[in-house]
């Protein structure tokens, strides 16, 4: 059973639309972590939260929003989607000995 | 400004090979030096893991070697299997709340 889960798997949307990307935990950590996996860039992270109602600001974080609602619940909000943002995005927790647990990704396609 | 680098971005080895991986970073602070790997459809999973402490890290067939003075780190895959084939991502971690990712190594391991 997935300890970090995404939804959707796969998503389309126009350039404008909105978009949102959820993540649920189930191992109870307190950092979380949205990333975005490009070719030739590896994975870069947006935003990260270390608990509910927390949010920091990651390494690319144009165009993105986030919000922590629980401690399980961490979401990715895009509200003016561009082709730019087209990419596989990771949802991670992380762990007392530093160790980053991912999902199973979203891949986002904007038209 | 890539804090971690990766070489090569492809790697092609026989069955039963050592494959080898390498990674440099930028900034002395950091301590911590995990690999991930990656197989297709799927999120990043830990492989082995090393502190700057240590200059080696031994599990199974993995080993990693670490030169603190020279910023550089290695990961040997001996005994290459085809399920080896994955892409690597090398990562660095201050003690912060931030991981740095290399842009990661495609390795195929070929029968």
């Known amino acids: 059973e997935a300890a970090v889960t995404q939804s959707p798997r796969n998503k389309v949307t126009v350039t404008g639309g909105n978009v949102t990307l959820s993540c649920r935990q189930t191992?109870?950590?307190?950092?979380m972590y949205w990333y975005r996996q490009d070719t030739g860039h590896g994975l870069r992270l947006i935003h990260y939260?270390?608990?509910?109602?927390?949010?920091q600001i990651g390494d690319v974080p144009d165009g993105y929003k986030a919000t922590r609602t629980t401690q399980e619940d961490f979401f990715l909000l895009l509200e003016l989607a561009s082709p730019s943002q087209t990419s596989l995005y990771f949802c991670?927790?992380?762990?007392?000995?530093?160790?980053?647990?991912f999902g199973s990704g979203t891949r986002l396609t904007v038209l | 400004q890539q804090q971690v680098r990766q070489s090569p971005q492809s790697l092609t080895v026989w069955e039963g090979e050592t494959a080898i991986l390498n990674c440099s970073y930028e900034n002395s602070a950091f301590d911590y030096f995990p690999w991930y790997q990656q197989f297709p459809g799927e999120g990043p999973a830990l492989l082995i893991a090393i502190r700057s402490v240590s200059d080696k890290k031994e599990d199974g067939r993995f080993t990693i070697f670490f030169n603190k003075r020279e910023k550089k780190l290695s990961l040997h895959i001996t005994d290459s299997q085809p399920g080896d084939s994955a892409t690597y991502f090398c990562a660095a971690y201050t003690g912060y709340q931030n991981f740095y990712f290399g842009k990661g190594t495609s390795l195929t391991v070929i029968p």
């Open positions: 991670a927790t992380r762990d007392s000995a530093e160790t980053l647990y």
């Open positions: 939260s270390y608990g509910a109602g927390n949010l």
């Open positions: 191992n109870s950590h307190n950092y």
